[in-house]
């Protein structure tokens, strides 16, 4: 099964060729440069490995929450090639899919995922890994108001982060235990499994078009 991966809604866009559950390769392209590299990246990527659009068998695309213009970028990407070869697009949430893919490595009680939302805003989720809930899930708030929130969860949580600097080293000066873990780029090969598993299960939820992934004072838009 030949999918097409794209992700990375921020400083760095990748687009990655997996056979199965085997990645292939994949091509990193700096966020500013999105627009102009990505659709010739993707005909390099799939020519390096002898592969032709028409046998791509689905597109998968982080459709957000992350910077608006490299988000629009994917998005519209990976519709234009699902349409042009009339095969389905899976969609998939960036925060939620990183509290996920953490929730498996971690010894931790929660896990948090903090991603800059600019205008000093940010984007949190919450993961209770006991209960298997989230607590706090796609919030767009200010970053004071961040802070308060996760007081409450420092001394037993994973730190997701990608964040401004000075936003970073707040949260160090005042949560106890803030190890962060750099988030910049998506645990690709656990979306892949779960793609991959989904679908031996039947229950993959693809679509004709993925949508953009956008949250703005508190309220999820698609």
Same mark, same amino acid.
């Given at each position: 099964m030949n999918i097409l991966l794209f992700s990375g809604c921020f400083d760095t866009a990748i687009v990655s060729l997996f056979d199965g559950e085997r990645l292939l390769g994949s091509k990193s392209l700096p966020s500013r440069s999105t627009s102009l590299l990505l659709a010739p990246s993707v005909g390099e990527l799939l020519k390096s490995f002898d592969v032709d659009f028409r046998f791509l068998d689905l597109i998968a +695309? *982080? #459709?957000? !929450?992350? #910077?608006?213009? =490299? %988000?629009? +970028?994917? +998005?519209v990407t990976a519709n234009a090639i699902a349409h042009a070869i009339s095969k389905p697009v899976?969609? /998939?949430?960036? %925060? *939620?899919?990183?509290?996920f893919s953490q929730s498996l490595k971690s010894s931790k009680r929660y896990v948090v995922t903090l991603l800059n939302a600019y205008s000093n805003q940010v984007f949190v989720s919450v993961f209770d890994r006991l209960k298997n809930i989230f607590l706090h899930e796609n919030l767009c708030i200010f970053f004071p108001e961040a802070l308060e929130l996760l007081l409450s969860f420092s001394s037993d949580a994973d730190f997701l982060v990608k964040i401004k600097? *000075?936003?970073? #080293? *707040? %949260? =160090? #000066?005042?949560?106890?235990? /803030?190890? !962060?873990i750099d988030t910049t780029v998506i645990d690709q090969q656990f979306v892949i499994n779960k793609i991959l598993d989904c679908r031996q299960k039947s229950c993959l939820k693809t679509s004709e078009m993925a949508m953009p992934f956008y949250i703005k004072a508190g309220f999820v838009t698609k």
């Open positions: +695309v *982080e #459709a957000g !929450p992350g #910077a608006f213009t =490299s %988000l629009r +970028v994917l +998005v899976y969609s /998939f949430n960036g %925060l *939620e899919t990183r509290c600097p *000075e936003h970073q #080293a *707040e %949260l =160090s #000066a005042k949560l106890t235990g /803030f190890d !962060p």
